[in-house]
């Protein structure tokens, strides 16, 4: 047997190790969220959503599917149930942090990036979707005792929305 299938052999060997040794999951940082967050539920524009996540920070099924993770436990790409669509969408990381998510809407891709203050806080989000691109300022935030925001406004072309969140923690 030569050494690249020793290797292989080792490799996949050791994945199923790796996978129960993983208990951490960055789900609930993907939702601008921190802490042992049970539900989020959060309401905007007139529509209200509660996404569930498990003790060890991954979204339960039903929100998204198809979840590929890296070795840390960062979400890559899944598919979002969004009005009865599934939805491929795809996430970039930087130092722990969400910096981009691209989502695949009606084969259209729609590339989001995220700027952060020093505090971690999003200050804003640019979207390029198209070659159409355009600046979201957040505002306004409030925050609860455990530092997640409950409340920011966000200013999309002229017009100025408030979202609000409320969570339930294990």
Same mark, same amino acid.
């Given at each position: +047997?030569?050494?690249?299938?020793?290797?292989?052999? %080792?490799?996949?060997?050791?994945?199923?190790?790796?996978?129960?040794? #993983? *208990?951490?999951?960055?789900?609930? =940082?993907? @939702? =601008?969220?921190?802490? @042992?967050?049970?539900?989020?539920? %959060?309401?905007?524009?007139?529509?209200?959503r509660t996404i569930e996540f498990s003790e060890d920070g991954k979204?339960?099924?039903? =929100? %998204?599917?198809?979840?590929?993770?890296?070795?840390?436990?960062?979400?890559? &790409?899944?598919? +979002? @149930?969004?009005?009865?669509? &599934?939805?491929?969408?795809?996430? =970039?990381? *930087?130092?722990?942090?969400?910096?981009? #998510?691209?989502? @695949?809407? +009606?084969?259209? $891709? +729609?590339? &989001?990036?995220?700027?952060? $203050?020093?505090?971690?806080?999003?200050?804003?989000?640019?979207?390029?979707?198209?070659? #159409?691109?355009?600046?979201?300022?957040?505002?306004?935030? #409030?925050?609860?005792?455990?530092?997640n925001w409950t409340s920011r406004t966000m200013s999309v072309m002229?017009?100025?929305?408030?979202?609000?969140?409320?969570?339930?923690?294990?």
């Amino acid at each position: +047997m030569d050494m690249k299938k020793v290797l292989m052999m %080792i490799a996949l060997m050791a994945m199923p190790f790796a996978m129960q040794a #993983q *208990t951490k999951f960055h789900d609930v =940082e993907a @939702n =601008e969220a921190k802490g @042992n967050v049970k539900t989020m539920t %959060i309401t905007m524009m007139g529509f209200t959503r509660t996404i569930e996540f498990s003790e060890d920070g991954k979204m339960k099924a039903g =929100e %998204i599917t198809d979840c590929v993770y890296d070795d840390n436990g960062y979400l890559l &790409s899944a598919k +979002m @149930n969004m009005q009865g669509q &599934s939805v491929p969408v795809k996430f =970039e990381w *930087t130092d722990g942090r969400l910096t981009g #998510q691209t989502l @695949n809407v +009606m084969g259209q $891709d +729609m590339k &989001s990036n995220f700027n952060y $203050d020093e505090k971690g806080v999003v200050t804003s989000a640019s979207v390029d979707m198209g070659g #159409q691109k355009m600046e979201t300022p957040y505002t306004n935030y #409030q925050f609860d005792e455990k530092g997640n925001w409950t409340s920011r406004t966000m200013s999309v072309m002229g017009q100025e929305m408030t979202t609000t969140r409320s969570f339930t923690y294990y």
